[in-house]
């Protein structure tokens, strides 16, 4: 069983940075993938980005945030981070973490950007 604990999010203006964390408390294994999901009101869930904990440091991202968005992950802490830059209003929305194929998510953090 694993846990994880998101970090808080927050309020941000336009074009700011915000960065997420999410700890497991858990081993996390090298098969193991970490995700950044969000939901906004009204709205599906969408996958933002993603992360294998194996060597090869593998990243995914949605077209919606790449090149604004960093995951990364730190191994000696089982804890896995969202570094948001040039955030738009549209990235407003509840930011969830979760592993692949478990049914292993984070408890949501709120992130607000405002116009």
């Known amino acids: 069983q694993v846990q994880l604990v998101e970090s808080e999010g927050g309020l941000v203006q336009s074009g700011g940075s915000l960065r997420l964390s999410c700890a497991a408390s858990?081993?996390?294994?090298?098969?193991?993938?970490t995700e950044w999901y969000r939901q906004a009101p009204g709205k599906q869930r969408e996958l933002v980005a993603a992360?294998?904990?194996?060597?090869?440091?593998?990243?995914d991202y949605s077209s919606s945030v790449k090149g604004r968005f960093t995951i990364f992950r730190d191994n000696d802490v089982n804890t896995v981070y969202l570094q948001m830059s040039s955030l738009k209003p549209e990235d407003s929305a509840v930011y969830y973490c979760?592993?692949?194929?478990?049914?292993?998510w984070g408890q949501g953090t709120r992130v607000t950007v405002s116009a």
């Open positions: 992360i294998s904990w194996s060597s090869d440091d593998w990243t």
């Open positions: 858990g081993n996390m294994y090298s098969a193991y993938i």
């Open positions: 979760h592993v692949r194929n478990s049914g292993w």
